[in-house]
Structure formats: structure tokens, C-alpha cells
């Protein structure tokens, strides 16, 4: 079943600029997708219309059967929990441990001390995480600071996770780990939306591949060798 539904969708700046020019496509429960173009193809404003970050101009945007357009205000930190989110910058909260980190994501959601601290050892032991539970972001490396911020994503078994761009500021060794447990989290049925313009991370996932060009789909190619 279609789990994200773009719907001749389209968005402008202030400055005119055309973000996105009459987008439409659809991405299936359980799918993994890369979102690949240059930069100002409008990779990062596609992703975040899904998450609802950002409304269309024109167009529909729907999880599921349900519009962008009709959670906004009071329902939208509850649309968002069906979403994990991992960036380029981490956005780890650095006066807090990896352990606080990811459990700061269930926290605001109301998750019970009990809940917490049962499900934040078992996720970072799925990242390989739990003896740096009492470390610091800075006492990272880059590569376990975006493993922390994908069990951060992933503590609430959210229906999507988003990546954008999440091996921006990873070598080449780190890029690779973080794309293998990006797989590892798809394998286990959680739909997966990466947006990057990596390309060795989209050859190595051989699925399927939305390309971007000035706001534009110019392809949707099936699982295989892709390079931009």
C-alpha cells in the first residue's frame, strides 16, 4: 500500500525560486528510496514536505490517505511521531549523554521511566552504542555520533525514517556503516526515504532511485547502478 503520495506538487520561495515544479510520485510501505540530485535540485524541501516541515504551494502531499494539509497546529507533533529524522549536523543535544539523547526522543512523547530506561539500552545495543551511553556527542566520532541520532530516530518505531544527506560529514568507512544499518532498519519493515548525493551509498543499496533536476522528477529507476 502507498504509505507517501505527492500529488502535482509545487513550491516556491520568496525569491520566486521554484523549489519544486509539479512533482508526483508514490512510495510504497516498506520500500527504500534515494532521493539523488546536485545541490538546489530540491532533495531537502521533497523530504520535508513529508515530515510537514513545509506545505506545498500547490498539490497534495498525503501519508497514507491523510493530507499534509489537514494536520497542521495542534495535530502536528502527533503526525511527526510516524517519522524519524537523521540529518547531515547529527542535531544531538551536546549537554546531554548518548544514554539522555535517545531517550530525550521518548520522553516527549510521554514514554513512562520504566519504558525508557527498558527500550533505550536494547536500541543502543542495536547500534553498538551501549558502552558509550554515558559519553558525550563530542566524545564521539563522527560515525557514532550519527549511529546516536539514528537510535534517536528509531526509539519510537516511527513508520518512516527520513535521512537527509546523513553521511555528509562521514570518511568513507563511517558513510558505509551508517548505510548497512540504514538497510539493516528497511530489512526489519520500516520504510526508508534517504535523500543524498552520495554516490557510492546509492550504488551500494541497489534499490530504487527518484532523481531530481531543478525541481523536477527527470527519473525513477529501478534497483541497480546509478552514479550522478
Known sequence: MP??????????YQNKF????????VIKSGEFVSIVGRSGAGK?????MIYAEGFPDEGRVCYGERSTDEIRGKLLPFYRRNFGTVFQDFKLL????????VAYAAEV?????EEINKTVPQILAVFGLLEKGSKYPQQLSGGE??????????INRPDVIIAD????????????????LLLKINSMGTTVILATHDNDIVNMAKRRVITLEAGKIVSDQNPGKYLI
Do not use: C, W, Y
Not at 166 to 172: H, R, S, V
Open 109 to 113: 512523547i510521554g514514554k513512562t521511566d
Open 3 to 12: 504509505i507517501i503520495k505527492f500529488e502535482n506538487v509545487k513550491k516556491s
Open 145 to 154: 555520533q550519527q549511529r546516536v541520532s539514528l537510535a534517536r530516530a528509531l
Open 165 to 180: 544527506e546523513p553521511t555528509g560529514n562521514l570518511d568513507p568507512a563511517s558513510s558505509m556503516e551508517i548505510m548497512k
Open 44 to 48: 531537502t524541501t521533497l523530504v520535508k
Open 18 to 25: 521554484s523549489a519544486l515544479r509539479g512533482i508526483s510520485l
Open 94 to 101: 551536546s549537554h546531554k549523554t548518548v544514554f539522555e539523547n
